[in-house]
């Protein structure tokens, strides 16, 4: 196990092995209020290979990057959510980088972030859960589609 500190409050939402044997983390950052989502790259020994965060464009209050897969070029694709005024009427935004977490050079929104592994010991414990049986019974379940018109932008490209 390991421990990565970054200096901000980091969360990771999904971690995925790559074809190299490492992991892929994607999740996010906050600091003040505001937040990035964030990925980072660890070897398969736990050693960080890279940490990138992407500020999402007009957010500045939750945001995060979850599912990313490895792409056959050996870059990443990843989705997120950003929320610009925290009352969940936010946005998802796809972010395609290269093997290195880059977006490309003319991209401004972009950050490099450099984790230090803090501790590399684990305690394990035996929790005190007892499950119970449960009476729950599911009654009616009505999904109701909505017509969604999607707005998209082009923000950074390789």
Known sequence: EKIYDT????????IKETQDGGFIVGGGQSSGGSGLGVLLKIQADGTPEWMKSYAFPSSSYGEW?????QTSDGGYISVGYGDPNGVDQGYYMVVKTSSTGDVGSSCSA???LTPTVIDTTAQT???????SPSTATVTDITVIPTDVTPTTSLWCSL
Do not use: C, D, K
């Not at 414990?125 to 499950?131: D, F, H, I, K, N």
């Open 65 to 69: 990057l979850s599912r990313a897969i």
């Open 125 to 131: 414990s035996t929790p005190a859960v007892t499950p």
């Open 7 to 14: 200096g901000t409050y980091f969360y990771y939402v999904y």
């Open 110 to 112: 972009i950050g490099t």
